[in-house]
């Protein structure tokens, strides 16, 4: 019995936009004449070019910030690392708890995680 693929996605034309001016709303609209048309490109450009050139510095930035904070962040990692792995040999050694002191580190770590945290949420709107 041969199958029948009715159902799969096939893509679709993308449809042609006309745009119909509305006469009624051409009186509101602001006429300009050929020069003046182009003199406002010419000045969108402009500021198209700055907004370029401000994003460009601005992901720059945010990149070097970036680095920075990842760097900072696996430094404090490894140093929490080894402040665990030193606490978990001074319960071994010093203190004598053997073998009991792998769980004991455990379960520090599991109250410290969560006990001490608290999530707070902050939504920043940017224009």
């Known amino acids: 019995m041969a199958r029948t693929y009715r159902n799969l996605p096939v893509p679709q034309q993308t449809a042609q936009v006309v745009y119909l001016p509305d006469p009624a709303m051409q009186a509101d609209l602001e006429q300009l004449n ?35 904070w990842l760097g900072f962040g696996s430094v404090f990692a490894l140093a929490l690392l080894l402040l665990a792995v030193f606490v978990g040999w001074w319960l071994w050694t010093a203190v004598g708890l053997g073998v009991l002191a792998i769980p004991l580190l455990f379960l520090a770590t599991t109250v410290t995680a969560v006990g001490g945290h608290r999530c707070i949420t902050i939504v920043q709107h940017w224009h």
């Open 34 to 68: 050929a020069s003046q048309l182009q003199t406002r490109r010419a000045q969108q450009r402009a500021l198209y070019e700055i907004w370029q050139k401000r994003q460009a510095r601005i992901a720059a930035h945010d990149l070097k910030v970036r680095r920075f």
